[in-house]
Nanobody, 116 residues
Framework: QVQLVESGGGSVQAGESLRLSCTAS?????MGWFRQAPGKQRELVAR??????RYADSVKGRFSISRDDAKNIVYLQMNNLKPEDTAVYYC??????????????WGQGTQVTVSS
């Protein structure tokens, strides 16, 4: 079972930056970040598989996802943060079990609060 540990959340003013980190306890196939604001469904923010990245339209040009495969870490650099980015951010990873099945793992979540 691959476990995920997130760090880097906090409270900032609009226009400021934060970097989230997520460390996996083992190798992963793809890694990504989701977020969930109060009263809303969890949504994909960004995902990276090998060198292929995917972003939600709302964060394109402001957020950047990257990974260090040697350390099993994925980063989410968040620039020009807006109040609507306020949410709990969850790390997600897909990994292959001994039976070649893709399994999903989730982190515990980290709060990001952006004030205007």
């Amino acid at each position: 079972q691959v476990q995920l540990v997130e760090s880097g959340g906090g409270s900032v003013q609009a226009g400021e930056s934060l970097r989230l980190s997520c460390t996996a306890s083992g190798p992963t196939f793809s890694m990504g970040w989701f977020r969930q604001a109060p009263g809303k469904q969890r949504e994909l923010v960004a995902r990276i598989t090998s060198s292929v990245t995917r972003y939600a339209d709302s964060v394109k040009g402001r957020f950047s996802i990257s990974r260090d495969d040697a350390k099993n870490i994925v980063y989410l650099q968040m620039n020009n943060l807006k109040p609507e980015d306020t949410a709990v951010y969850y790390c997600n990873a897909e990994w292959e079990d001994p039976y070649y099945q893709l399994i999903d793992s989730w982190g515990q979540g980290t709060q990001v609060t952006v004030s205007s």
